[in-house]
């Protein structure tokens, strides 16, 4: 995450306590929301929770990501009605999504300038692309009291935001955009049917501007990641584009293996709110992981990949005796690579330091092996973008 979207998002803490403490406010019968200039409710620091707060956001948090993750009862649910889970969502996994999705939307080719965020409850990625340059943004979600949530913050920020009422159901939101985000919304709907989210990814991309994208993102998890790659394979197979993170044009070769998935993982700087309430609720967000897929409008064509022998690292570093490992995905599929420490040299030592995400470039001879691509001493390695940089030109 860049140090301008840390910022930003530093800048977002107090909002959203202060927004959460309105609502809980009025809630209990107090008269604490006000109009456009009210001033901060006064029951708390502003950048930080009391413990009771935590405790009992912390409780919220528990319901919620037992909901989303284990047996989740509650995808596809109406749980943003809920204000227990929607206080959750927006303490908690608001800063998740947002940095997320900013790390994701550094890796365009282009700054969105209008953006329209579908499924956005109280609005992390609406807020990230407002963030990120766009000037017309609208949240569209089917649950009231989010969107009520986003406009509340749209106006502690002094932003301008739409709100509509949206479902798979209902038209899209009138116009088309620059950049249509979905985060962490699909794995929420048809109960799993691949073919049914590939449409409706398809109808939502007759709405993205030419050169635009559809930026798409899931939970890292292996089931969630599976069932975005299985919709990413039937829009391939109709002729759809990847603009990131695949450099392969065929099938998602993560699939074949049924224990294989593809997810991101990106540094942050987690704020001091999340890491208080990570605690609280027994839960790890020591860097952002999710799966994602930013796809091109029909008739794009693929861009051309970086010259030479390229893959995106798509595991974290396997450490082996005496070498090191990584799974690589580029135009020629997936592949392990796998470099011995005695063969390192100074043209090959970045190897030894890799991050899930980046994309590298082979130069010089490698040893084809049955299970990947052994480097040697006479294999160069050189970085091309890093992960959640857009991809150099050819
Ligand atoms: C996990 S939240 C994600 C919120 C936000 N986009 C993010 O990434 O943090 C999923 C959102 O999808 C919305 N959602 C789920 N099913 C929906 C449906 N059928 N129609 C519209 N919105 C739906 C929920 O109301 C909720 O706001």
Request: charged share 25%.
């Amino acid at each position: 995450m860049s140090s301008d979207a840390a910022r930003d998002l530093d800048a977002w803490i107090p909002r959203l306590i202060q927004v959460w403490r309105e609502r809980r406010a009025a809630r209990s019968g107090g008269n604490r929301s006000g109009g456009r200039n009210r001033p901060f409710v006064d029951d708390g620091p502003a950048d930080r929770l009391t413990p009771p707060e935590v405790k009992e956001v912390g409780a919220g948090i528990k319901r919620l990501s037992h909901g989303l993750t284990r047996q989740r009862e509650l995808a596809g649910a109406k749980y943003m009605d809920d204000p227990q889970l929607l206080g959750a969502y927006l303490l908690f996994y608001w800063p998740v999504s947002y940095a997320q999705s900013r790390s994701l939307f550094s890796e365009l080719p282009a700054r969105p300038r209008s953006l329209l965020d579908l499924g956005s409850g109280p609005g992390p990625l609406a807020f990230a692309g407002i963030d990120a340059g766009a000037r017309e943004t609208i949240a569209a979600d089917r649950s009231k009291p989010a969107l009520e949530l986003a406009r509340q913050l749209a106006i502690a920020a002094s932003e301008s935001l739409g709100t509509r009422e949206w479902s798979p159901e209902r038209p899209l939101p009138e116009g088309t955009f620059d950049v249509i985000s979905m985060g962490h919304v699909v794995n929420e709907l048809y109960d799993g049917d691949v073919g049914r989210r590939a449409a409706l990814l398809e109808q939502v991309l007759t709405r993205v501007k030419p050169g635009g994208s559809l930026v798409v993102m899931e939970p890292a998890l292996r089931d969630t990641s599976r069932a975005l790659l299985a919709v990413r394979d039937v829009l391939v197979a109709k002729g759809y584009a990847v603009r990131a993170p695949c450099l392969f044009r065929g099938s998602c070769p993560a699939l074949v293996k049924p224990s294989d998935w593809c997810h991101a993982e990106r540094p942050w700087r987690m704020p001091t709110l999340t890491e208080a309430l990570a605690r609280a609720a027994g839960l790890h967000k020591e860097s952002l992981k999710m799966s994602y897929l930013v796809l091109a409008p029909k008739g794009e064509a693929w861009a051309e990949p970086p010259q030479g022998r390229v893959f995106r690292i798509v595991s974290e570093a396997l450490e082996g005796k005496g070498r090191q490992r990584y799974m690589g995905c580029g135009p020629e599929g997936r592949v392990g690579l796998a470099l011995q420490d005695k063969h390192r040299t100074e043209g090959n030592a970045r190897f030894f330091h890799l991050q899930r995400g980046e994309v590298v470039r082979l130069g010089g001879a490698t040893e084809e092996k049955g299970d990947g691509v052994g480097l040697t001493d006479a294999t160069t390695v050189e970085l091309v973008a890093r992960a959640g940089q857009a991809l150099p030109k050819p």
